[in-house]
């Protein structure tokens, strides 16, 4: 995964409590990262639906469904793509030993604990919302979190 997914996902649970789009500046200087590196990011969240971006003064980013319906798959899958993890390229088919391709009508050991991997992981992230962090944030800074967020949010 590239630091684009953890930029934003941190970006989703900030967008999940604030009160009025955040533009990208705000959430640039709020984790301390690239401007630009990080618009690029917000484009591919908006070019998969998950957030929008809103023009004029209170211009910004803004989640485009319940943070309880934006899952961390969703998130990675907008960032770094659907693709697999592990792309199978048959080595066993090569070498001075190769399997002869008529041999190897299923997948090899390594590709299927690989795709049993790949599957569990996708399960996982899945089964994580964007809400869930949120409460795990609480949990592990404290309930005035967010407000104080909010706070240095607002326009002022």
Partial sequence: MTEGVEWAVHCCVVLSQAVE?????????????????LAKHLQQLSRAGLVRSTRGRVGGYELTRAAAKVSLLDIVEAVDGPEPAFRCTEIRQRGPLATPPEKCLKPCGVARA??????????????????DLAGSVVRDNGAGTFDALRGWLAPG
């Fill in 114 to 131: 690989m795709g049993a991997a790949e599957q569990a992981w996708r399960r996982s992230l899945a089964s994580v919302s964007v809400d």
């Fill in 21 to 37: 789009p955040v533009s990208a500046a705000q959430l640039a200087e709020l984790h301390g990262v690239s401007k630009t590196y």
